[in-house]
């Protein structure tokens, strides 16, 4: 008697049943299949995340704390506490170890976008996922004082194009009482989604940031704004006093750590250099609580499934007393129907496991477009891994274990049965 | 009869609690070839018997030989083992896997016992084919899912089952009692011819003692056992 004969017998047992067998491996394949699902989110989550900016060594802001440095310079939460002087971006853009620095100025939005102030450099220089760059889905880059290049999502949402005029507000919030109603702003690209906060900002020229703040004293406007009107503002040059963060690349990565030192003692005013991976990685820890909750509740899911195979088994049991009878009077052993029932449960949850699996990539798969648009996808799998396969084993292997108990049970009732079956 | 009986039972008792017993047999044998008919009211343990002599149950004391073997004296996987390779059993009804083909069910022993298969000279597939071909179920039937058959129609899968491989002693726990009067005789006749050609002996068992004429003996189970056996012995 091959393990092949008990499997085969097994799985013709099982296709007799095969309503029950079918809502139970649907219900195993649901919970693996959310399980693997907030698996391979959070994994998936977690590289995204920690790529939301990539190759760009430092982030050098005002002195404050990193973490709220990286949330306003690159994920638009929250308000930036000091400004740093021109005159000190000038002289570390000058450095001989930095190979290139982006400006950023914040301050100003639009209908709750934030508008970020800044030069092509940061098109040139911005990276995300595994290097990939800023690309224009529409349209070009801000050439004059009043362009401005919006984010995929601010477009979508906002339901703009290149051509569309716009006016900003004064402050962060969404909605501003004191706004740049006088200088309008006309679309000139639109950016592709890039599943970052970069999908929610729109980007003006570092000049556009001084020019509407113009005349301006204290963050309201003076008489004296009114007469910066876009044509005289367009003759002027236009060099910020001070900016809010700037992005920097050392010339090469060795030097980052030393650069860091450097800016961190600035002698001039209070900096702050942040290492963005680094931070990235704090700022995850502080979110990943959530996402462990949610991995503990998919855990215990897939132990409900687990105990449904149980119970489904369990319940089968007695109207299964005349099978294992009939096996047992053709020669099969005690090993025999408790092999038959625990590969019975191990069968179940392998193709429920399985399922679930194929599911999961399946629809992965189907919704990849709609996904990529808001989300940044890099970080999740295509194809399932050995994780996936880990899964399978250790759901099926649970599920044989858990199987022992009814198969001893049937091992012990065929026992008292004897050779009679009695109904 | 001088060769070796196929079964023999001595001194075995039983019971399933503590302090009652249900068997108390001296002496039991079937012999070679030989059909015994085994009449017993009900609840008198005729079924348990056949849980002793299958080798599920294990005799409170006393010795169960099959062939030769005794069966107290094995490990219960070798009693397993010992079961298929020398019984054929037929229960009264429902007999049949349901999620197996007719000849899937008749095959069945072969699936567990070395023995049994080797003992064809064919494939268990075609020898289950032929045998229940020979019990008088058409190739029409051999296809039909086992549920949808007659219950005397089971009833013949079950004894091709029971004989498929040729089996020492068959076994017979009122295979008739869901059978209709003439369909309990022809199945008798039929069930003895073919267990002839095999050479198996046949012990049955039933409440029915009109069936005794069919067989070369018949015993009466509160003779064997009980308070009556000392008379009878
Ligand atoms: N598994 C068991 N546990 C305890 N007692 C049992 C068990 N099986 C049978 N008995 C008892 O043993 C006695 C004999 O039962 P058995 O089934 O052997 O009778 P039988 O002669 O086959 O009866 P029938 O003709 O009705 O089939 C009965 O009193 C029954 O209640
Ligand atoms: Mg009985």
Request: hydrophobic share 45%.
């Amino acid at each position: 008697m091959s393990g092949f004969t008990i499997i085969r017998l097994a799985l013709r047992s099982l296709w007799a049943r095969r309503m029950t067998a079918l809502l139970t491996i649907l219900s195993i394949a649901t919970a693996v299949m959310l399980f693997a699902a907030v698996e391979s989110i959070r994994q998936g989550a977690r590289t995204s995340f920690e790529r939301t900016i990539t190759e760009t060594d430092l982030i050098v802001g005002a002195r404050s704390s990193p973490i709220n440095l990286v949330l306003y310079s690159v994920f638009q939460i929250g308000n930036p506490t000091n400004n740093v002087t021109w005159a000190t971006y000038e002289e570390i853009a000058a450095r001989p170890d930095v190979g290139w620095t982006v400006p950023i100025s914040l301050g100003d939005s639009h209908r709750g976008y934030r508008v970020v102030g800044t030069t092509d450099a940061y098109f040139a220089h911005y990276r995300y996922g595994r290097s990939q760059e800023i690309a224009l889905a529409d349209g070009v880059l801000f050439d004059d004082l009043f362009d401005v290049v919006l984010g995929a999502q601010v477009a979508r949402e906002l339901d703009y194009r290149v051509g569309t005029t716009l006016t900003l507000s004064h402050g962060l919030g969404a909605t501003s009482f004191v706004n740049h109603d006088d200088k309008p702003f006309r679309v000139t690209g639109v950016l592709a989604p890039t599943g970052t906060p970069v999908d929610r900002s729109l980007y003006v020229s570092l000049g556009a940031i001084e020019a509407i703040h113009m005349g301006w004293q204290d963050g309201t406007p003076t008489p004296m704004s009114r007469l910066a009107t876009p044509e005289r503002l367009r003759q002027m040059r236009l060099t910020p006093e001070s900016i809010t963060a700037i992005l920097v690349g050392a010339k090469s990565r060795v030097q980052t750590l030393r650069l860091q030192r450097d800016l961190n003692r600035y002698a001039s005013e209070p900096l702050q250099a942040v290492i963005p991976g680094v931070a990235l990685s704090q700022l995850w820890n502080i979110v990943s609580v959530v996402e462990r909750a949610l991995a503990a509740i998919a855990g215990f899911v897939v132990a409900v499934g687990l105990i449904g195979i149980l119970t489904s088994i369990l319940t089968s049991l007695n109207e299964r007393r005349r099978e294992m009878a009939i096996l047992r009077s053709v020669g099969a052993k005690g090993r025999h129907i408790v092999a038959l029932l625990v590969s019975e449960a191990s069968l179940l949850a392998m193709i429920g496991a399985g399922l679930g699996i194929a599911l999961l990539y399946g629809g992965l798969a189907l919704f990849r477009p709609l996904l990529e648009a808001r989300f940044n996808m890099g970080g999740i799998a295509r194809v399932p891994g050995l994780y996936d396969l880990g899964v399978i084993a250790v759901v099926t292997g649970v599920a044989a274990c858990l199987g022992l108990i009814p198969a001893l049970l049937a091992l012990r009732r065929s026992l008292a049965d004897g050779l009679s079956v009695r109904f | 009869m001088s060769a070796e009986p196929v079964l023999s039972l001595q001194d075995v008792t039983f019971g399933y609690a503590p302090g009652d017993t249900l068997i108390d047999i001296d002496r039991f044998c079937v012999a070679p070839g030989e059909s015994v008919f085994l009449r017993g009211a009900s609840g008198t343990g005729k079924s348990t018997l056949l849980g002793l002599i299958g080798g599920i149950l294990v005799p409170r004391s006393g010795r169960i030989s099959l062939c030769g073997t005794d069966l107290t004296t094995l490990s219960g996987a070798k009693r397993d083992a010992a079961r298929v390779d020398h019984l054929g059993i037929i229960f009264q009804q429902f007999n049949l896997l349901p999620y197996l083909s007719v000849l899937g069910n008749a095959a069945l022993p072969c699936r567990f016992s070395a023995r049994r298969r080797r003992r064809l000279d064919m494939s268990p597939d075609t020898a289950a084919r032929k045998l229940v071909t020979a019990l008088g179920l058409t190739d029409r039937e051999l296809d039909r899912p086992v549920s949808e058959l007659s219950v005397g129609q089971q009833q013949r899968v079950a004894v091709a089952r029971a004989l498929i491989g040729g089996p020492d002693l068959i076994v017979a726990d009122e295979p008739t009692s869901a059978l209709d009067h003439d369909n309990r005789d022809r199945f008798i006749t039929l069930l003895d011819a073919q267990r002839k050609r095999f050479g198996s002996s046949l012990l049955f068992v039933s409440h029915d003692a009109t069936l005794a004429g069919h067989f070369d003996r018949a015993v009466d189970m509160a003779e064997l056992t009980g308070p009556e056996k000392a008379q009878a012995a």
